[in-house]
């Protein structure tokens, strides 16, 4: 698939969708055939140029002060052009405390590259979830310190 790198203007937006929006995410993730769905529990945070290209969610993790990052997907269209690093930015400078976040190991790098590391320590929930995706997924855990 060729990158269109010329289509994603300087000016693309990041936002967090108010609740009564968030159907917007999940018509953008089942478009690209994602089973991602945004929840209700979730903060859903979005970059578009001008339409939705990128979304992930966030949600507080019971017992911490910091917060779940899950769900990010980019349009494939658009990979490669910063998007995901944008949003991921965006959130970070508008979500208090730690973030956390499991990812295959391949995608380490983008996130070490917006001031994520490897979790040496989970909040209990997390690390519960992270045991039982990694049944059958090879995920690696990430936190930003802020």
């Known amino acids: 698939m060729q990158r269109i790198h010329s289509l994603m203007p300087a000016n693309a937006y990041c936002q967090q969708l108010p609740p009564n929006q ?11 055939g994602s089973a991602i769905k945004a929840r209700q529990a ?31 997907f980019v349009d494939p269209a658009l990979r490669c052009c910063g998007l995901a690093g944008r949003l991921l930015d965006h959130v ?8 956390w ?13 917006h001031g994520y590391q490897i979790a040496a320590d989970l909040p209990q929930s997390l690390a519960t979830k992270l045991s039982r995706y990694q049944h059958d997924k090879q995920l690696i855990a990430m936190v930003h310190l802020g």
């Open 42 to 72: 979730h903060q859903v945070w979005i970059a578009g140029a001008p339409n939705i290209a990128a979304c992930t969610c966030v949600q507080p993790v019971p017992g911490s002060e910091g917060h779940w990052l899950t769900s990010l």
């Open 22 to 32: 968030q159907a917007q995410a999940n018509d953008f993730y089942r478009r690209h």
């Open 101 to 113: 976040l499991f990812c295959r190991p391949e995608l380490g790098g983008l996130y070490q590259r």
């Open 92 to 99: 970070r400078s508008n979500v208090e405390g730690p973030i």
